[in-house]
């Protein structure tokens, strides 16, 4: 009796920790992270002050089929050239913004003086420029892209009252580029200016209200451990059905209709959980060639023959 009770408390100990132990991993996942690589990261110290513009960047959805990514992007000039109005800002010298985008939400390329900069929607294509493999959803959850994210700002300082443009100053200040996004669900995103190995360039562009950045994005840690838990459950139901049928065929058990139910209910809970995935991938990546797939023939498989087998058996010897 003495050595069951210390049985039964090593059992809810060893529980305990195990279970500790898997929220404590799962903490230490990357569920999302957007931010600037080391190097480019210092020319943006370098840069920030109060004389600077401020580029705000988030990122709210990407489309691994079309490879696009939708974006907002929010402008703050320094106080010289605009009152900050929280939300938006109201530009005190005519402003033009240029950005390089497959979609733009915004008519307008000229900000006149006093009018109000608010938000902007772009939209991006992956040119996958900076990765070299694994540029397709096909390896979920495995698939990488790179967004390229380029763009100029500069103030007319002087010739805005006249209609000849022969008289326009336009002036240029440093600028910063700044992640603002709290959760692209699914996907971590490393922001680096383009050919940063030349930081001298990259400084001079910035200086001159210039950004060129590259957006790596991957698939969180997070959401590949789940895939490998789902994948797991997968392989487990299908090789579950297997050894089924298997001590059916070798070891003379009855097919039952219970065992028949349960066949069936795994088959189909697989299904219904493939759409469920997080990041709702496509049919037919490597995951389902590999895993999915697979496993549910196993399901189907195994369920046709126990069913055959309780169809056409009238009666099961036992062996003792």
Same mark, same amino acid.
């Given at each position: 009796?003495?050595?069951?009770?210390?049985?039964?408390?090593?059992?809810?100990?060893?529980?305990?920790?195990?279970?500790?132990?898997?929220?404590?991993?799962?903490?230490?996942?990357?569920?999302?992270?957007?931010?600037?690589?080391?190097?480019?990261?210092?020319?943006?110290?370098?840069?920030?002050?109060?004389?600077?513009?401020?580029?705000?960047?988030?990122?709210?959805?990407?489309?691994?089929?079309?490879?696009?990514?939708?974006?907002?992007?929010?402008?703050?000039?320094?106080?010289?050239?605009?009152?900050?109005?929280?939300?938006?800002?109201?530009?005190?010298?005519?402003?033009?913004?240029?950005?390089?985008?497959?979609?733009?939400?915004?008519?307008?390329f000229i900000?006149?003086?006093?009018?109000?900069?608010?938000?902007?929607?772009?939209?991006?294509?992956? $040119?996958?420029?900076?990765?070299?493999?694994?540029?397709?959803?096909?390896?979920?959850?495995?698939?990488?892209?790179?967004?390229?994210?380029?763009?100029?700002?500069?103030?007319?300082?002087?010739?805005?009252?006249?209609e000849d443009?022969?008289?326009?100053?336009?002036?240029?200040?440093?600028?910063?580029?700044?992640?603002? $996004?709290?959760?692209?669900?699914?996907?971590?995103?490393?922001?680096?200016?383009?050919?940063?190995?030349?930081?001298?360039?990259?400084?001079?562009?910035?200086?001159?209200?210039?950004?060129?950045?590259?957006?790596?994005?991957?698939?969180?840690?997070?959401?590949?451990?789940?895939?490998?838990?789902?994948?797991?459950?997968?392989?487990?139901?299908?090789l579950s059905?297997?050894?089924?049928?298997?001590?059916?065929?070798?070891?003379?058990?009855?097919?039952?209709?219970?065992?028949?139910?349960?066949?069936?209910?795994?088959?189909?809970?697989?299904?219904?959980?493939?759409?469920?995935?997080?990041?709702?991938?496509?049919?037919?990546?490597?995951?389902?060639?590999?895993?999915?797939?697979?496993?549910?023939?196993?399901?189907?498989?195994?369920?046709?023959?126990?069913?055959?087998?309780?169809?056409?058996?009238?009666?099961?010897?036992?062996?003792?």
């Amino acid at each position: 009796m003495h050595l069951l009770l210390n049985q039964q408390k090593r059992f809810w100990i060893i529980s305990f920790v195990l279970f500790v132990s898997f929220v404590f991993f799962l903490n230490t996942l990357d569920s999302g992270s957007y931010k600037f690589e080391p190097k480019s990261q210092k020319i943006n110290d370098s840069i920030k002050d109060s004389k600077s513009i401020s580029v705000y960047v988030q990122l709210k959805q990407f489309d691994s089929v079309s490879q696009t990514l939708k974006a907002r992007i929010w402008i703050y000039p320094p106080k010289k050239y605009s009152v900050n109005l929280g939300s938006s800002v109201q530009v005190l010298y005519d402003t033009r913004i240029q950005i390089d985008s497959a979609k733009l939400d915004s008519e307008q390329f000229i900000w006149a003086q006093y009018e109000y900069l608010r938000g902007i929607d772009i939209e991006l294509d992956a $040119t996958n420029s900076i990765i070299s493999s694994r540029n397709n959803d096909k390896w979920f959850p495995f698939d990488r892209y790179s967004v390229p994210f380029s763009g100029q700002i500069d103030f007319r300082v002087e010739g805005s009252d006249t209609e000849d443009i022969k008289d326009d100053v336009w002036k240029t200040v440093p600028t910063e580029v700044t992640t603002y $996004t709290a959760n692209l669900p699914g996907w971590s995103s490393e922001f680096s200016y383009q050919d940063i190995d030349d930081v001298k360039t990259v400084q001079n562009l910035t200086k001159n209200g210039f950004w060129l950045i590259d957006m790596k994005l991957e698939r969180t840690s997070l959401n590949v451990a789940i895939l490998f838990l789902i994948g797991f459950i997968f392989i487990a139901g299908g090789l579950s059905m297997l050894m089924l049928f298997r001590s059916i065929l070798m070891t003379h058990r009855p097919p039952t209709l219970s065992g028949l139910a349960w066949s069936g209910t795994t088959a189909f809970t697989m299904i219904q959980t493939r759409t469920v995935i997080p990041g709702s991938p496509r049919i037919g990546v490597k995951f389902d060639l590999f895993i999915f797939y697979p496993a549910l023939a196993l399901c189907f498989i195994s369920s046709g023959l126990m069913f055959y087998y309780w169809l056409t058996k009238d009666s099961w010897s036992r062996e003792m």
